[in-house]
């Protein structure tokens, strides 16, 4: 089939609404779509309407407060901008319906340009760049006569308040949970009295987390020890000459000194600050700053003197916190949210005047309200301060609790929380809001795997390469944007650096959506709470969550044909949903965690030739829809915990596919696998269970960066593992990353002794414990400078293997098993292991022998799982050397009894205990007996 090549255009590249698709315009004319007759000046001429419009949408869409004009006429500009693409989308797949490349290229292109000749294509594509050509211009008509540009003109400069002074004067009495951590950071600047330089204290955390209001209670507590102190709040656009003249004004009390202070620059403000400041003992609270470059231009205003100044930093961004705290002596205190009881105090406190006179039919209610606030202050203040204005009534309550998202856009009790939360949102570059906003498409509490969203990024259009970077590269930065930026939580964040997935605060959730509602990026079905959205407008996205049967009939009554992603998380009336012909323009279908797939009609699922990502994860469904195979434009296919158990023929059409996941049991390599160019990541097949051939086709998948199989041991299958290691040989010449083999077939180990050429990328090597390897393999060496992830079986752990697995340089976690009886104490000296975080030794041999850490052994490592032998311990002692592992976090460890008295395990479990207690770090400890 031909499809021209559309590399697609990010935010990032362009932004706005138009971004993508002035870089898809951009494309077609340089391909052969635009070499058709008629078809290249009509493209031309959209390209040229459409670019007049994005300089006026990106300076528009910068604005904090636009007026409503200007909401409006961005609105209709980004629907313009959807139906275009779909427009030249649909055109592309239709040029191309029917072709082959049987008779050369010429040939084809012969075939299609008189198949366009056809009045009936001429008529279709012409009409529909006619009725977008006549939008584009009432458009353009629009913008003249709302006269927009004066609108923006007058209101850009407009001043809104700071909705960050409330927290400057908050009542001591109202603060609640701030005494501990005020405390403890008051002490810590003022420790070490004269004898010190300069220290940064820099406190981070979201939005409406208390962070000025702890950093103003520090310096209220402390101020008074210092020859002079400042408080000045930076925000988003800095002045750095008022910042700077500010502070000046606060410490100086010599009005001879700033009689001329009106007229000094930027350079002059700085150079008289320094002049203050050299010889005092100054306290400066910079409150607010938002970049890295406003945190530079400031700091160079305080000099580093010996009087043990100090500065106090709040920021909501991660990257600029670690930026105001480079020495050994400064401090980052990350904001946490309040625990539920200190929660309860405020909300009841701020209601009721106590915390004790809630009236018990408002406590089940009370709760709900406050798991949505999720510990953050802001949002506890704001709510209660509107439930304070309405009757104590729980039916009221109630009310609240269902409509806190809508309540954020109508409430004037809200308008601070709104705000405070907004400030991030406006601060993101486009690219950002983007992908910020596609969260939206999740419930609350859900816990969003990262790979997922990145994929679904990519499948939308949303990113592009850049700088060398690809796609993939690309979204992954951007995930860690979010959390860089505190607009996301991670969770499940691994000691080799990668954050699993996220969570978004519920509060942080509902802003989200109501942009996402205002932008019409989404419409959420979600029971009671579905807001449909302006009907003027497509839906663009749809999220369904919960849904019976009067709202799937709603929703069929709908134009589903622009909806570009399509993720149920709801069960139940899903066979009642609209069939999928109606999704014409579907990019993403995500079924994950969704039950009752399986009487969900698939029929017409071949007609949706834009799909690129399809997942059926942890859904009941037991047979792939054959139609999958005809989605050529497929990229991610994901089966994993489904009841599906085997892969038809036909998948390897799939030549777009970059990831193939599933965790079937015994699945066949399909023949012709060596086709699928494109895959980056295989997870699933079986190797004993698939032919020689199929195995063979493995080691010509070039771009294939993860690879996890199942190897059996099989007698009759020796050639499949001669077979697979030789694929492997290939595979290692490119760009293979992260390997996983499940099974023991114990031919295959022995082969990978000699496993060459190896991967010079190779990250990550893990193998099951059903098998293991007779001795450490040759090509485990110093020369894998990026293996961060090492999960391997030895027969036989000596001091000389631990000596060569301390010399990978890149080594972040090491799982080390053993399936033979080891007698001996093994040490780890006081080298190698530079960079290990995680660390796991698991002898399956009941007379496993423990270790023993020396000083300066594993100078990073966080985390420790052990098994020993109490018996063979006895004989060496109990004792570990926990107290030489500096940064120690977790540690995990097994007694196991056999051979052993009761008196002998306990000795043990004390020993340990208090080896625990006496280190610094007081890591947490978890002791089993087994």
């Known amino acids: 089939m ?65 007026d409503e004009q200007v909401k409006i006429w961005v609105s209709l500009v980004r629907e313009l901008s959807y139906d275009t693409e779909d427009c030249f989308d649909k055109f592309i797949h239709q040029l191309g319906e029917g072709g082959g490349h049987d008779g050369g290229f010429k040939e084809f292109f012969r075939k299609m340009a008189r198949r ?35 609108v923006a003109g007058s209101t850009s400069g407009n001043a809104a308040v700071d909705p960050r002074l409330a927290a400057l004067f908050a009542e001591e009495a109202h603060l609640v949970g701030i005494d501990g951590p005020r405390d403890d950071l008051a002490k810590w600047v003022m420790e070490d009295g004269n004898k010190h330089g300069r220290k940064v204290l820099s406190i981070v955390g979201f939005g409406g987390l208390g962070k000025t209001t702890l950093a103003n209670e520090v310096y209220r507590k402390i101020r008074g020890h210092f020859d002079c102190h400042a408080f000045v709040s930076v925000s988003q656009k800095p002045d750095t000459k008022k910042i700077i003249k500010d502070v000046i004004s606060q410490v100086s009390c010599n009005n001879e000194f700033m009689k001329d202070i009106e007229i000094w620059d930027e350079k002059k403000s700085i150079s008289k600050l320094r002049e203050l400041l050299q010889e005092k003992r100054y306290l400066v609270i910079i409150d607010d700053i938002w970049s890295i470059v406003a945190w530079n231009a400031i700091n160079c205003a305080f000099p580093e003197n010996s009087c043990s100044s100090g500065i106090v930093a709040t920021t909501r961004i991660l990257e600029v916190a670690s930026s105001c705290c480079p020495g050994p002596d400064d401090q980052i205190y990350e904001m946490k949210p309040l625990s539920d009881p200190h929660s309860e105090r405020l909300f009841f406190r701020r209601i009721f005047g106590s915390e004790n006179c809630c009236p018990h039919m408002f406590m089940e209610v009370s709760k709900a309200i406050l798991k949505k606030c999720g510990g953050l202050p802001l949002a506890i203040i704001s709510i209660s301060g509107l439930l304070a204005n309405r009757p104590r009534v729980k039916e009221e309550w109630e009310k609240v609790k269902r409509s806190i998202g809508s309540d954020l856009n109508k409430s004037q009790s809200l308008e601070g929380m709104k705000n405070i939360l907004s400030l991030s949102y406006n601060d993101l570059p486009p690219n950002l809001k983007t992908v910020l906003l596609h969260l939206s498409n999740f419930p609350e509490d859900d816990v969003i795997d990262r790979e997922r969203l990145v994929r679904q990024w990519i499948a939308e259009g949303f990113i592009s390469e850049e700088c060398g970077r690809s796609c993939q590269e690309v979204a992954e930065s ?54 449909w959205g302006n009907p003027q407008c497509s839906i663009r996205r749809l999220s369904i969550q919960d849904i019976d049967q009067e709202l799937a009939y709603e929703l069929a009554k709908r134009d589903l044909s622009h909806v570009r992603s399509l993720i149920i998380t709801a069960s139940g009336c899903i066979k009642h949903l609209p069939s999928l012909t109606k999704f014409e323009t579907l990019r993403v279908l995500d079924f994950e965690g969704c039950r009752g797939v399986a009487q969900y009609d698939m029929d017409g699922m071949e007609k949706l030739f834009q799909l690129k ?50 965790d079937m ?12 160019k494109n895959l980056r990541e295989i997870t699933g097949f079986d190797i004993t269970m698939s032919s020689v051939g199929a195995v063979k086709e493995l080691g010509s998948l070039i771009n294939l960066k993860v690879l996890r199989v199942q190897c059996e041991e099989s007698q009759e299958c020796k050639s499949h593992a001669e077979m697979f290691h030789s694929s492997l040989c290939n595979l290692g010449s490119h760009k293979l990353q992260s390997m996983w083999i499940d099974g023991g077939n114990s031919t295959l180990f022995e ?45 036989v752990i000596t001091e000389e293997v631990l000596g060569i697995l301390g010399e990978l340089p890149a080594l972040l976690s090491l799982k080390l098993y053993t399936n033979t009886v080891h007698k001996d104490r093994l040490v780890l000296q006081g080298r190698g292991f530079r960079c290990l975080k995680e660390f796991l030794y698991k002898p399956f041999g009941e007379g496993a022998g423990t ?80």
């Open 2 to 66: 031909f499809s021209a090549k559309i590399v697609p255009i990010g935010e990032s590249d362009r932004p706005g609404a138009l971004g993508p698709l002035l870089g898809k315009l951009a494309d077609l004319l340089a391909n052969e779509c635009g070499r058709l007759k008629g078809v290249r000046r009509e493209i031309r001429s959209l390209k040229n309407e459409l670019a007049g419009m994005h300089g006026a949408l990106t300076k528009y869409t910068k604005q904090e407060n636009p």
């Open 116 to 150: 366009l000749k056809t009045l009936r294509a001429r008529r279709g594509i012409a009409n529909q760049i006619d009725d977008l050509k006549l939008r584009i211009k009432e458009v353009k008509d629009l913008k003249t006569s709302y006269k927009l540009d004066d």
């Open 478 to 531: 951007y995930f860690y944007e979010l959390i860089n930026k505190s607009l996301v939580q991670p969770v499940d964040i691994r000691y080799y650096g990668k954050v699993q997935a996220c969570r978004v605060h519920d509060m942080m959730l509902e802003l989200i959506i109501s942009k996402s509602i205002e932008e019409n990026f989404i419409t959420v079905v979600n029971g009671s709470q579905t807001v």
């Open 613 to 662: 990502y399809v997942s059926f994860r942890e859904t009941d469904i037991r047979e792939l829809p054959s139609v999958v195979v005809m989605l050529r434009d497929l990229e991610t296919l994901d089966l994993r915990d489904t009841k599906i158990r085997d892969w038809p023929a036909r998948i390897v059409q799939l030549t777009k596919l970059r990831h193939l996941l599933s």
């Open 665 to 676: 049991d015994h699945a066949k390599i399909p023949i012709g696998i060596g086709n699928m």
């Open 751 to 795: 082969l990978l002794d000699s496993w060459s050429p190896l991967p010079s990328c190779l990250q990550r090597f893990q193998m099951s414990t059903d098998c293991c390897f007779s001795k450490l393999p040759k090509w485990i060496s110093p020369a894998l400078t990026s293996l961060a992830y090492l999960d391997i079986n030895l027969s």
């Open 851 to 930: 270790l023993l850490f020396e000083e300066g052994a594993l100078p990073k490592l966080e985390k420790l799982e052990l098994w020993f032998s109490v018996s063979v311990a006895k004989a060496y002692g109990f004792y570990l050397g926990i107290e030489h592992l500096p940064y120690l976090k977790d540690v995990l460890v097994i007694l196991q009894k056999r051979d052993a008295t009761s008196s002998e395990v306990e000795a043990a479990e004390v020993a340990i205990r208090n080896e625990i207690s006496l280190h610094p770090n007081h890591p947490r400890l978890s002791l089993f007996k087994g």
